[in-house]
């Protein structure tokens, strides 16, 4: 219904907010001049029911509340490096030797997350570098030449200045 007004608060992640939503929503925009887009990102889930946001794109799931839930997609995670950085190795795609190379990757109370445990089994021999905690700052070390680093593929891919070391397929799919 092109008539649509109003206001929608979205709720996201940040890197789901910049590297996709933003770069999206001219579109949705020009489309729905009426609606007022209110964009907030934050790590932490927000309260559906107090109104805190009207839709939340997140990649957990609620474990409260009286709410519709739909699966919309899925992210691909992989590990990427700098050119720089894979070159300056000679990184190999597909088969790094993690004993000589440095990795980027969660501070301790977020090693659970997206493609931590992943890294930290299959990188175990590799020095880390920097513990950070948001994806954001994995991102911005990882084009800094810091190592090697599990990145959302929507970010990853369209950034030239990186190169996927190891493919989603090997490393993991969130919905």
């Not at 206001?7 to 940040?14: I, L, M």
């Not at 519709?68 to 992210?75: K, N, T």
Request: aromatic content about 6%; hydrophobic content about 45%; proline content about 6%.
């Amino acid at each position: 219904d092109g008539g649509l007004s109003g206001k929608v608060r979205v709720a996201t992640t940040e890197d789901m907010a910049s590297m996709v939503i933003v770069p999206n929503l001219a579109r949705f925009v020009a489309r729905y001049p009426q609606v007022a887009i209110e964009l907030v990102s934050s790590t932490s889930v927000v309260n559906l029911t107090r109104r805190d946001a009207d839709v939340a794109l997140r990649s957990v799931r609620p474990e409260a509340g009286d709410l519709l839930m739909r699966r919309i997609g899925a992210v691909d995670v992989a590990v990427y490096a700098s050119r720089s950085y894979a070159d300056a190795r000679g990184i190999i795609p597909g088969c790094p030797d993690y004993a000589h190379l440095e990795t980027v990757t969660w501070i301790e109370e977020m090693a659970g997350l997206r493609g931590g445990p992943w890294l930290a089994e299959h990188a175990a021999a590799a020095r880390v570098s920097l513990h950070v905690n948001s994806t954001r700052l994995l991102y911005a070390a990882c084009v800094a030449g810091l190592g090697l680093a599990v990145l959302p593929c929507f970010g990853g891919d369209s950034d030239p200045s990186l190169v996927c070391v190891v493919p989603p397929e090997e490393v993991q799919t969130l919905d």
